[in-house]
């Protein structure tokens, strides 16, 4: 049976209990009390009734059963409703719904003498968005909306994962705020419909609003609303691929609202800016001014969850396109703490993030998952990304150990106009095809777009070490020389480590064994120092590997062993299969030396 109240459902035969589709998990005890009371929210309940329905042959005191209930109320506070629970003094416990709409004091709610519209206004500001969504339908129904309402409803329609119906109430919304002259707030709709419009890679119809949002701009010059509509064409110009445009776009909207108090656009402005400073090389400025922009929106108390999010994706996407693992993880998890805390649903893209700093880092399980999730939200509420989400499904596959079918999601990838590389391209190399991995490399460094220029340094690392590896050794030579000395430019872990594996591949061709064997052991450390696991688990194979070609079984066993124990928490047959053949290997040259 699955019950549902307010953002919430739970479904007690799967005892799985959700808040706008995100599992808020609750210890088995804990659950079970919940269930009671939903059931039984027709009355009080005694302290005893519940000891007895709950810890049945237990014996506990009442301090379990306000722990319990503190537990639930917290969880509660998720989606606003952590009032349902009442304590009825020197009686018990009641579960009430409709007493639960904010965080408010019960007292200066009101609830039975508010018109739907007020209740509406009320659950936003609570940010309890389900609620609100369907209050602001039923006032809708029965009442004129004002400009001001219909911009709740379809912020509250954002943040409760339906971005595709929100287009609609914006428009109704750009509209009465027109007609009743608040140009200001018809600006910043119409940039909210450009950017749900750019997301669906409707670029003419985002162009369109963004051109009625200037016009209005430029009759009431005020700074804030002046850098909301720069930092909007910033957008568009970096997806038609001028990030130099775009930058000094981004530039000029910080300038504009720089120490204006609009602290919102002031971090928008700022962390874009970084973003086109990455793009264009300039890896420094543009990571100390994201940085920068973090700290401005973590000062605000008027950070919209939609705005929020905007500029916690951007840091997150920045940081896993320049490879730089470690600040990914932290961002994500800084996200997903950030949509916790605004009763925000989790949107496509940020489980797409998220799967793929999992694929590099944790369960591969757990990525492949998240993954399949994104890809079934992404069609609605990101479309441009459904062919990176099938990049990153084939580098979780390929991990795993499933590689026809990574082949397939990276074809995938490349049919929809998103570039594979260097997922694909390590595949094949793997397979045995490193001409086809050559080829899809430098096909992939191809243009000036700002998908290629965001990635240059990765896609330049990991053609070094496929250069080396077809004995293309001058090439090679040149691409390591560029990333080396530019440590400004491209400091990230990742990518010194895929340089200091390509020098051990040129070192091998030299017939340099142990100078190849330490170059390898410094591109592992580099990639443990981001926590990097499944590269980690290939480089400790890759030096077992040498050191049983060199007679070194003890050495190697040492590295096989490490592998192993991590390539199991990963989830990867591939590595734990390549474990096993190696321990054979190992087991087959004693044999041999005993019988010699």
Same mark, same amino acid.
């Given at each position: 049976?699955?019950?549902?109240?307010?953002?919430?459902?739970?479904?007690?035969?799967?005892?799985?209990?959700?808040?706008?589709?995100?599992?808020?998990?609750?210890?088995?005890?804990?659950?079970?009390?919940?269930?009671?009371?939903?059931?039984?929210?027709?009355?009080?309940?005694?302290?005893?009734?519940?000891?007895?329905?709950?810890?049945?042959?237990?014996?506990?005191?009442?301090?379990?059963?306000?722990?319990?209930?503190?537990?639930?109320?917290?969880?509660?506070?998720?989606?606003?409703?952590?009032?349902?629970?009442?304590?009825?003094?020197?009686?018990?416990?009641?579960?009430?719904?409709?007493?639960?709409?904010?965080?408010?004091?019960?007292?200066?709610?009101?609830?039975?003498?508010?018109?739907?519209?007020?209740?509406?206004?009320?659950?936003?500001?609570?940010?309890?968005?389900?609620?609100?969504?369907?209050?602001?339908?039923? =006032? +809708? /129904? %029965?009442?004129?909306? #004002?400009?001001?309402?219909?911009?709740?409803?379809?912020? @509250? $329609?954002?943040?409760?994962? !339906?971005?595709?119906?929100?287009?609609?109430?914006?428009?109704?919304?750009?509209?009465?705020?027109?007609?009743?002259?608040?140009?200001?707030?018809?600006?910043?709709?119409?940039?909210?419909?450009?950017?749900?419009?750019?997301?669906?890679?409707?670029?003419?119809?985002?162009?369109?609003?963004?051109?009625?949002?200037?016009?209005?701009?430029?009759?009431?010059?005020?700074?804030?609303?002046?850098?909301?509509?720069?930092?909007?064409?910033?957008?568009?110009?970096?997806?038609?691929?001028?990030?130099?445009?775009?930058?000094?776009? =981004? +530039? /000029? %909207?910080?300038?504009? #609202?720089?120490?204006?108090?609009?602290?919102?656009?002031? @971090? $928008?402005?700022?962390?874009? !800016?970084?973003?086109?400073?990455?793009?264009?090389?300039?890896?420094?400025?543009?990571?100390?001014?994201?940085?920068?922009?973090?700290?401005?929106?973590?000062?605000?108390?008027?950070?919209?969850?939609?705005?929020?999010?905007?500029?916690?994706?951007?840091?997150?996407?920045?940081?896993?396109?320049?490879?730089?693992?470690?600040?990914?993880?932290?961002?994500?998890?800084?996200?997903?703490?950030?949509?916790?805390?605004?009763?925000?649903?989790?949107?496509?893209?940020?489980?797409?993030?998220?799967?793929?700093?999992?694929?590099?880092?944790?369960?591969?399980?757990?990525?492949?998952?998240?993954?399949?999730?994104?890809?079934?939200?992404?069609?609605?509420?990101?479309?441009?990304?459904?062919?990176?989400?099938?990049?990153?499904?084939?580098?979780?596959?390929?991990?795993?150990?499933?590689?026809?079918?990574?082949?397939?999601?990276?074809?995938?990838?490349?049919?929809?106009?998103?570039?594979?590389?260097?997922?694909?391209?390590?595949?094949?190399?793997?397979?045995?095809?490193?001409?086809?991995?050559?080829?899809?490399?430098?096909?992939?460094?191809?243009?000036?777009?700002?998908?290629?220029?965001?990635?240059?340094?990765?896609?330049?690392?990991?053609?070094?070490?496929?250069?080396?590896?077809?004995?293309?050794?001058?090439?090679?030579?040149?691409?390591?020389?560029?990333?080396?000395?530019?440590?400004?430019?491209?400091?990230?872990?990742?990518?010194?480590?895929?340089?200091?594996?390509?020098?051990?591949?040129?070192?091998?061709?030299?017939?340099?064994?142990?100078?190849?064997?330490?170059?390898?052991?410094?591109?592992?450390?580099?990639?443990?120092?981001?926590?990097?696991?499944?590269?980690?688990?290939?480089?400790?194979?890759?030096?077992?590997?040498?050191?049983?070609?060199?007679?070194?079984?003890?050495?190697?066993?040492?590295?096989?062993?490490?592998?192993?124990?991590?390539?199991?928490?990963?989830?990867?047959?591939?590595?734990?299969?390549?474990?096993?053949?190696?321990?054979?290997?190992?087991?087959?040259?004693?044999?041999?030396?005993?019988?010699?």
């Amino acid at each position: 049976m699955t019950l549902r109240f307010g953002p919430f459902q739970l479904d007690e035969a799967g005892r799985v209990f959700m808040c706008a589709r995100q599992e808020v998990p609750l210890q088995p005890r804990v659950f079970d009390l919940l269930v009671y009371l939903i059931r039984n929210q027709d009355r009080v309940v005694s302290k005893d009734e519940l000891l007895e329905a709950v810890w049945p042959s237990v014996t506990v005191t009442d301090n379990s059963l306000q722990r319990a209930v503190s537990t639930i109320r917290t969880a509660l506070r998720k989606g606003g409703m952590e009032s349902a629970i009442r304590n009825v003094p020197g009686k018990g416990y009641r579960f009430c719904t409709d007493s639960a709409r904010s965080t408010r004091n019960e007292e200066t709610l009101a609830h039975e003498d508010l018109d739907v519209r007020t209740q509406a206004r009320r659950a936003a500001d609570g940010r309890a968005w389900v609620e609100a969504v369907a209050l602001f339908e039923k =006032a +809708d /129904a %029965a009442v004129e909306l #004002v400009g001001e309402d219909l911009h709740l409803w379809a912020l @509250a $329609l954002q943040c409760s994962g !339906r971005a595709d119906a929100a287009i609609p109430v914006f428009v109704r919304a750009v509209a009465k705020h027109a007609s009743a002259g608040d140009e200001r707030l018809a600006v910043s709709d119409a940039i909210a419909l450009s950017d749900l419009y750019s997301e669906r890679g409707q670029a003419a119809v985002a162009k369109g609003w963004l051109a009625r949002a200037e016009d209005w701009a430029s009759e009431i010059r005020e700074p804030a609303t002046t850098a909301l509509v720069l930092w909007a064409k910033s957008k568009l110009a970096a997806f038609e691929g001028e990030p130099e445009e775009a930058l000094s776009l =981004a +530039d /000029a %909207a910080y300038a504009a #609202v720089r120490h204006q108090g609009a602290i919102t656009i002031e @971090a $928008l402005s700022l962390v874009y !800016r970084g973003f086109y400073r990455l793009c264009l090389g300039d890896t420094r400025a543009g990571l100390a001014d994201q940085d920068h922009a973090a700290a401005l929106a973590l000062t605000s108390n008027d950070l919209d969850p939609v705005m929020g999010g905007i500029l916690y994706c951007n840091i997150l996407w920045a940081s896993r396109m320049f490879g730089d693992w470690a600040r990914a993880d932290q961002w994500t998890l800084g996200y997903q703490k950030f949509c916790s805390g605004s009763g925000m649903e989790l949107t496509g893209s940020c489980q797409l993030h998220r799967s793929e700093v999992l694929g590099v880092r944790g369960s591969l399980g757990e990525a492949l998952s998240r993954i399949k999730d994104s890809l079934a939200r992404l069609s609605s509420d990101a479309p441009w990304s459904v062919g990176d989400a099938n990049r990153v499904l084939g580098d979780i596959l390929a991990a795993i150990g499933e590689d026809e079918a990574a082949l397939e999601a990276y074809d995938k990838a490349y049919s929809l106009g998103w570039c594979p590389e260097p997922g694909r391209a390590m595949l094949l190399l793997e397979r045995g095809e490193a001409e086809a991995a050559h080829a899809s490399l430098e096909r992939s460094l191809i243009g000036k777009s700002w998908w290629t220029l965001q990635r240059r340094g990765m896609l330049f690392a990991h053609l070094a070490l496929v250069a080396a590896h077809t004995g293309r050794h001058r090439q090679a030579l040149e691409l390591i020389d560029e990333l080396s000395g530019s440590p400004d430019r491209w400091p990230m872990p990742s990518i010194r480590a895929l340089t200091n594996e390509a020098r051990a591949q040129l070192a091998l061709a030299g017939g340099e064994h142990e100078a190849a064997i330490k170059l390898l052991h410094l591109a592992r450390q580099l990639w443990s120092s981001i926590e990097g696991q499944v590269q980690a688990v290939r480089l400790r194979l890759r030096i077992a590997r040498l050191q049983i070609e060199s007679g070194d079984t003890r050495g190697a066993a040492a590295e096989i062993h490490a592998a192993e124990f991590i390539a199991g928490g990963l989830g990867s047959h591939k590595l734990q299969a390549t474990c096993a053949a190696l321990k054979r290997d190992i087991d087959a040259r004693k044999a041999t030396q005993a019988l010699a």
